[in-house]
């Protein structure tokens, strides 16, 4: 079945709450506009599309997802350009990593018509809640939970995907400081590092409590077999620059999620010319070439993050400083790249931009 955004049932808020929102002081995730995307999955069939006012959930206690996470999720951001015309980005790659999740989990794939027309119907309704200042935009959450009423542990049966979406500023506003975590495992080969699962954020959980009241903003994970090689960063993907190499571990183990900030800020790289090492990085190579003076820069990236400088790595007990991050070349052309196209100002040569 298409379905066109002729086929999406809109139900309009009654009042706005526009007014309520101070777009001069926005921060990350903490308030959403007035409509959501919501679209039920049940009997191997995806039923009518439909644009709601932004609420509650009316669900059983007995709900599958809630007792075994059998739900993923997304992020994407939407920008305006110079005339005030919402540009969403990359969303088609959201859309098809959200299959990839939803295979892995015994979920429905959604189906294009569905995920981008919906997108863009709902931001179009909202797109007044496109913030406008510097290094804000509209971040849009796309999610499917598993819905059946059962506690008996099986694959569900019925699905709710749903699009919220959210105001936001820079999730982080300050370069972080990285806790290289080599206790605890994010990942193995086989198993859902890969996705955007709820699972790998919930597991994150207690790891990320311990290594915040020791004052480190995030970690770096490292692989589950010998915690030598760094896999990624709780909320992003990460890079380093040593020397004249741009590195970025591999994505091909089932372990790191293939971001899609991380695949532009490859492409971009690419694009200039700049080796981009696509590899297993041990963190002992990271602490030689700190010691040795050829650690440059280093980054993580991520939707919400966009491109987030890193202050400090700490490992075991020693802690590596970078130098300011205000200095960096790489992350900074990065950062102005990135803006440029999200927001219409360049020329958006690999077609990653789409209109409403
Ligand atoms: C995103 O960058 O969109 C994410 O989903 C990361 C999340 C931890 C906020």
């Known amino acids: 079945m298409g379905v ?3 086929d999406i049932r809109i139900e309009k808020v009654a009042k706005s ?14 308030i959403y506009s ?5 679209v039920y999955y049940d009997n191997g069939v995806w039923g009518q599309p439909e644009i709601v006012p932004f609420k509650e959930l009316s669900l059983s ?3 599958t997802f809630i007792h075994y996470g059998q739900a993923i999720f997304e992020g994407i951001k939407a920008y305006k350009d110079s005339e005030g015309n919402p540009l969403i980005f990359r969303p088609r790659d959201n859309w098809a990593r959200m299959n990839g999740s939803a295979h892995r989990m015994a979920m429905p794939n959604v189906p294009e018509d569905i995920f981008i027309n919906g997108l863009r119907e709902l931001v179009n309704l909202d797109r007044d809640w496109i913030p406008s200042t510097p290094d804000t935009a509209l971040y849009i959450r796309p999610f499917m939970i598993a819905i059946d009423e059962f506690i008996g542990v099986k694959p569900a049966e019925k ?16 370069p972080v400081s990285i806790y290289v975590q080599d206790q605890y495992v994010r990942a193995f080969p086989g198993g859902i590092g890969f996705t955007k699962a709820a699972g790998n954020y919930g597991m994150s959980m207690f790891p990320t409590q311990e290594i915040r009241k020791m004052g480190y903003d995030q970690i770096l994970w490292t692989d589950g077999f010998e915690h030598k090689y760094v896999q990624e960063i709780g909320t992003m993907n990460v890079f380093f620059i040593i020397g004249d190499k741009v590195i970025t571990p591999d994505i091909q183990h089932d372990t790191i999620l293939a971001g899609v900030t991380r695949d532009s800020v490859i492409t971009l790289l690419k694009d200039k010319g700049v080796t981009v090492e696509e590899r297993l990085l041990s963190i002992d190579e990271i602490v030689e070439a700190h010691n040795n003076g050829t650690l440059k ?35 900074n052309w990065l950062k102005k790249e990135m803006a440029d196209i999200r927001y219409g100002r360049k020329e958006d040569i690999h077609n990653w931009t789409l209109a409403v």
């Open 159 to 174: 699905f709710m995907f749903i699009i919220i979406t959210s105001p936001a500023g820079p999730y982080y506003n300050k």
């Open 4 to 6: 066109s955004a002729m």
């Open 61 to 63: 206690p007995a709900t």
């Open 17 to 30: 709450r526009l007014n309520e929102v101070d777009f001069g002081n926005i921060q990350f995730g903490k």
């Open 34 to 38: 007035d409509h959501m995307l919501v």
């Open 297 to 331: 820069e280093a980054f993580g990236t991520g939707t919400a993050a966009s491109i987030a400088p890193i202050s400090a790595l700490t490992y075991h007990d020693r802690t590596m400083e970078l130098s300011d991050a205000e200095t960096w070349e790489t992350a």
